[in-house]
T-cell receptor, first 115, second 113 residues
Framework: AQSVSQHNHHVILSEAASLELGCNYS??????LFWYVQYPGQHLQLLLK??????LVKGIKGFEAEFIKSKFSFNLRKPSVQWSDTAEYFC?????????????FGKGTHLIIQP | EPEVTQTPSHQVTQMGQEVILRCVPI?????FYWYRQILGQKVEFLVS????????KSEIFDDQFSVERPDGSNFTLKIRSTKLEDSAMYFC???????????FGPGTRLTVT
C-alpha cells in the first residue's frame, strides 16, 4: 500500500517569497503523482501531475514540482507567491497499474500568504 | 468548464438512518470515485467504479456502503445504517480517458447525530 507524507502542516509566507512544500511517498512500484489545491470554500482542484517523462512538471498558476525518484519525493515549488495562493495543498499518489486506482493523499499543508 | 456536482451540500441524519449522497460526474467521464475526509484528517479513498461495477475499494468501504449509477448521469453513495464516525465530508470524483486524472466535486458534509 502507498503512503504520502507532507512535512509542513502550516506554512506562513509573505507575498513574493519563494515556496517549497515537501512531499514524500512510500511505494515499491511505479506511481502517478499529483498536487491538488483547495482554496477557501472551494473544491479540490488539480494543480499539476506527473505520469512519466520530464521529472520537472509545470502546473497552473506558476506552480511546478520535481519528481526525484531516488528520494521518493515530489516537492511543490513556486518562485514568488501571491496572496491568492492562500489555500490547502494536498500531495497525492496512485499506483500506475491501470484501472480506476484510488488516490492516496497526504494530510495537507495549510498555506497562508500575508500581504 | 465541466464540473462534478454533488447534492446535498450538507446532510444531517440520525444514527442508524440510511443516507444517499448524490453526484453528477463530468458527462463524458467513465471512472467514478468516492472519498471522505473526517475533520482534521486525510482525504481517504473509499471506492472506484467503472463499467457499472466496483473496480477497487478500501478497507473503509464495508457492507454498510454501496454505490450505484442508476442512470446515465448520477453516481450515488449509500450508507445503510449511519454511525457517528461516518460524520465527514464526502467527495465524489470522476476521470476520463486519462483515468488517473481525477476531478473532484465540492463535497457533501454529512453530520450524524
Amino acid at each position: 500500500a502507498q503512503s504520502v507524507s507532507q512535512h509542513n502542516h502550516h506554512v506562513i509566507l509573505s507575498e513574493a517569497a519563494s515556496l517549497e512544500l515537501g512531499c514524500n511517498y512510500s511505494y515499491g512500484g511505479t506511481v502517478n503523482l499529483f498536487w491538488y489545491v483547495q482554496y477557501p470554500g472551494q473544491h479540490l482542484q488539480l494543480l499539476l501531475k506527473y505520469f512519466s517523462g520530464d521529472p520537472l512538471v509545470k502546473g497552473i498558476k506558476g506552480f511546478e514540482a520535481e519528481f526525484i525518484k531516488s528520494k521518493f519525493s515530489f516537492n511543490l515549488r513556486k518562485p514568488s507567491v501571491q496572496w491568492s495562493d492562500t489555500a490547502e495543498y494536498f500531495c497525492a499518489v496512485n499506483a500506475r497499474g491501470g484501472g480506476a486506482d484510488g488516490l492516496t493523499f497526504g494530510k495537507g499543508t495549510h498555506l497562508i500568504i500575508q500581504p | 468548464e465541466p464540473e462534478v456536482t454533488q447534492t446535498p451540500s450538507h446532510q444531517v441524519t440520525q444514527m442508524g438512518q440510511e443516507v444517499i449522497l448524490r453526484c453528477v460526474p463530468i458527462s463524458n467521464h467513465l471512472y467514478f470515485y468516492w472519498y471522505r475526509q473526517i475533520l482534521g484528517q486525510k482525504v481517504e479513498f473509499l471506492v472506484s467504479f467503472y463499467n457499472n461495477e466496483i473496480s477497487e475499494k478500501s478497507e473503509i468501504f464495508d457492507d454498510q456502503f454501496s454505490v450505484e449509477r442508476p442512470d446515465g448521469s448520477n453516481f450515488t453513495l449509500k450508507i445503510r445504517s449511519t454511525k457517528l464516525e461516518d460524520s465527514a465530508m464526502y467527495f465524489c470524483a470522476s476521470g476520463g480517458e486519462l483515468f488517473y486524472e481525477q476531478y473532484f466535486g465540492p463535497g457533501t458534509r454529512l453530520t450524524v447525530t
